[in-house]
């Protein structure tokens, strides 16, 4: 049973994305409190999981009549709602069941539909990570050989674009237009703010770490039904291509951020070997300089709150270097400077 302050008409309104802010935050805290603890799916073995999973499934189906006797009980959509998320939001994971044969339009479908003449497609092919403006002022630092595309102008009521690689996205906050991104079978939702995607397509497994605001991942099933999940800062999605489950975690505390997190350092005056030592120690990364004389350069700035592809930038900038990235290593390479 829910609270009073959360009616089955409230999750009806939060699951179509209508929410006011006040209301979207009761009911998440409302969602933490059935949860109880963020991995509570995780932590239990694989075969409770799944046996939770079906349990909970018939209880649904029993509840909604989905067998195969000819007459079928109709409920209100509100309460086969309440239903769903109250139950299976307790696992962390949302699954919905298609009760029509109608089939959502796929976002890459819309995207073709504006002709290809109307349509931007972009591809990092630099060896670095590159960062990327979209037309409503979001961005996304894109790695190698990431690929997005996109409407030249986004609709009046939506933001519409294609993924696969890797990349950090800063969204541009619009209430009247939710952003989503299409990752293979996986879909990324949101309204204002920044995380980062890993689904390479020749992955098995997609990656999604929110680091700010609040994402829905959905995918299908293998029986095509839907699968839910909301992340909050320091949660993170998996979805596996082959069995095709969508499961979410905590992230693990670490001592090293990963390159998308955001920073402040200050450097004033500081030899480029010394700026080094700091950002390995801030980052789980390794930087190496391909030409030693780099290494007495020094180094003035104030970085606020920014990733680590956005400070090598400036650093490069400034040091009229360049710096390539492969994996977790990163190579800068330039001129010595002049003592």
Request: proline share 5%.
């Amino acid at each position: 049973m829910t609270p009073d302050n959360i009616s089955p008409q409230l999750l009806d309104k939060y699951l179509n994305n209508q929410c006011t802010d006040d209301e979207r935050e009761l009911v998440e805290k409302w969602f933490a409190s059935l949860r109880g603890e963020s991995d509570f799916l995780g932590s239990l073995p694989e075969n409770e999981q799944l046996q939770l999973q079906n349990d909970t499934f018939t209880k649904i189906q029993n509840q909604l009549n989905l067998g195969n006797e000819p007459e079928v009980r109709k409920f209100p959509l509100s309460w086969i709602t309440w239903l769903a998320a109250s139950v299976l939001l307790v696992l962390g994971i949302y699954f919905t069941y298609n009760l029509s044969n109608k089939k959502e339009v796929s976002i890459a479908k819309q995207i073709e539909r504006k002709g290809a003449e109307n349509i931007i497609e972009f591809i990092n092919s630099e060896p670095r990570v590159v960062k990327h403006q979209l037309p409503d002022g979001s961005s996304v630092w894109m790695h190698t050989n990431s690929a997005i595309r996109y409407p030249k102008e986004f609709d009046l009521d939506k933001r519409l674009v294609t993924f696969s690689g890797e990349g950090f996205f800063d969204i541009s906050k619009d209430k009247s237009r939710p952003f989503s991104i299409q990752s293979g079978e996986m879909v990324i939702r949101v309204l204002g703010t920044s995380f980062n995607v890993k689904a390479p397509s020749e992955q098995k497994i997609f990656q999604i770490s929110v680091v700010t605001g609040r994402v829905e991942v959905s995918a299908p099933d293998k029986e095509q039904k839907q699968q839910l999940v909301v992340l909050t800062p320091k949660q993170e999605a998996f979805f596996e291509t082959g069995s095709k489950r969508l499961v979410f975690v905590a992230m693990a505390p670490q001592m090293k951020k990963e390159i998308y997190e955001p920073v402040t350092v200050v450097f004033n005056q500081t030899p480029l070997n010394q700026v080094v030592d700091q950002l390995e120690k801030r980052f789980d990364i390794k930087i190496k300089l391909a030409n030693p004389g780099l290494s007495s350069c020094r180094v003035s700035g104030d970085f606020e709150k920014q990733s680590l592809p956005g400070i090598m930038e400036m650093l490069c900038t400034t040091l009229e270097a360049n710096y390539t990235m492969s994996g977790k290593i990163i190579t800068i390479d330039g001129l010595p400077c002049n003592e």
